[in-house]
C-alpha cells in the first residue's frame, strides 16, 4: 500500500505547478510508458511461459485445448518481439494507427485493420472452446 502511495502522489503532481517530472517527462507518462509498454507485455510472456513450460500439462492442455501449441510457442516470441521492437523505437503505439491517422490513407491503417480481423477470425475458431458448457446450445 505505501508503494502505491509512493507512486500515486508524484503522479498526481505531475502535471500541477510542482511539476514532478524523471528527466524532463512527466512523472505519470513516466510510469504509463514503463508499466503499459514494457510491464504488461513481459508480464503475459512470463504466465505464458509459466503456464505452458513449468506447469502441470495434462491440466493446461485440458483447459487450453486446441490453443495450447499457440500459447506455448506463438505468443512468447510474439509478446519478445513486440516488446524489442519497443525498446529499440520501432514500433508505436496502435492507438496511432487508426482513427487519428485516417487522413494519412489506408496505408497505415490498413495492417491494424487485418490484425483485427485476423484476431476476430481466430476468436470465432476457438468461441466454443472458451465458452462455458453451461452457455452452449
Known sequence: ?????????PSALSY???GAAVLGVPFLDFVDASVGT??????AFLLAVVFTWAADTAVVRAELGRAY??????????LVAV?????????????SLTAGSLSDGLVRVAP???????????GWLLRDRVRPRRWRR
Open 1 to 9: 500500500m505505501g508503494g502505491v502511495f509512493c507512486l500515486g502522489v
Open 16 to 18: 500541477t505547478p510542482a
Open 38 to 43: 514494457f510491464a504488461l507485455p513481459v508480464t
Open 69 to 78: 501449441p499457440v500459447v506455448k510457442y506463438a505468443i512468447p516470441i510474439v
Open 83 to 95: 516488446t524489442a521492437t519497443t525498446a529499440a523505437g520501432l514500433a508505436r503505439p496502435g492507438w
Open 112 to 122: 491494424t485493420f487485418g490484425v483485427l480481423a485476423v484476431l476476430l477470425g481466430v
